[in-house]
T-cell receptor, first 111, second 116 residues
Framework: GNSVTQMEGPVTLSEEAFLTINCTYTATGYPSLFWYVQYPGEGLQLLLKATKADDKGSNKGFEATYRKETTSFHLEKGSVQVSDSAVYFCALNTGGFKTIFGAGTRLFVKA | SQTIHQWPATLVQPVGSPLSLECTVEGTSNPNLYWYRQAAGRGLQLLFYSVGIGQISSEVPQNLSASRPQDRQFILSSKKLLLSDSGFYLC???????????????FGEGSRLTVL
């Protein structure tokens, strides 16, 4: 079946450090891929998405490239801020009603 | 613009008591609606989804149920709560497309349920 695996957290970085959160997936067909972010005590918000191979999603300085050959969708940001502290979820959808989420990766950014 | 609200935000209930969580969407028509549960340190588990009034699909058998009495209202219920029902419950909606789903979800603020 379809699944998403993302690196375990927590990830702790200093402000202005480079961020990578790894995400790999298993899916039949051609899924759309997503990164969602959850700030403390809130629901999830869509951060970025990519719908086909080699697409790059980007938003608020975050980027992720849909790599079909490695079945990956790693999240990156060149310089993190304290306000980026949150839980990040990688997710996929193959066109049905069920969006599959990874377990989430908690990011702490220290000033 | 579209908004989604769910309530209550926090709920502490004894084992065996009933549950009702409500969710409403504004600014859109005919949305697909979803209930997810997020257990501590884990990902999101899809509980129910609905493509229209009175149409409910269950993903995981359990003592919870869902209803959609109006186009933009989605309710999660239980007659008797279990300790294992504790968690963070998230309502979400997506645009309804004929024969497909974009997979892009818009979430409410969440309802934290503690069963004691």
């Amino acid at each position: 079946g379809n699944s998403v695996t993302q690196m375990e957290g927590p990830v702790t970085l200093s402000e202005e450090a480079f961020l990578t959160i790894n995400c790999t997936y298993t899916a039949t067909g051609y899924p759309s891929l997503f990164w969602y972010v959850q700030y403390p005590g809130e629901g999830l918000q869509l951060l970025l998405k990519a719908t086909k191979a080699d697409d790059k999603g980007s938003n608020k300085g975050f980027e992720a490239t849909y790599r079909k050959e490695t079945t990956s969708f790693h999240l990156e940001k060149g310089s993190v801020q304290v306000s980026d502290s949150a839980v990040y979820f990688c997710a996929l959808n193959t066109g049905g009603f069920k969006t599959i989420f990874g377990a989430g990766t908690r990011l702490f950014v220290k000033a | 613009s579209q908004t989604i609200h769910q309530w209550p935000a926090t709920l502490v209930q004894p084992v065996g008591s009933p549950l009702s969580l409500e969710c409403t969407v504004e600014g859109t028509s005919n949305p697909n609606l979803y209930w997810y549960r997020q257990a501590a340190g884990r990902g999101l588990q899809l509980l129910f989804y609905s493509v229209g009034i009175g149409q409910i699909s269950s993903e995981v058998p359990q003592n919870l149920s869902a209803s959609r009495p109006q186009d933009r209202q989605f309710i999660l219920s239980s007659k008797k709560l279990l300790l294992s029902d504790s968690g963070f419950y998230l309502c979400a909606w997506s645009v309804r497309l004929a024969g497909a789903n974009t997979g892009e979800l818009f979430f409410g603020e969440g309802s934290r349920l503690t069963v004691l």
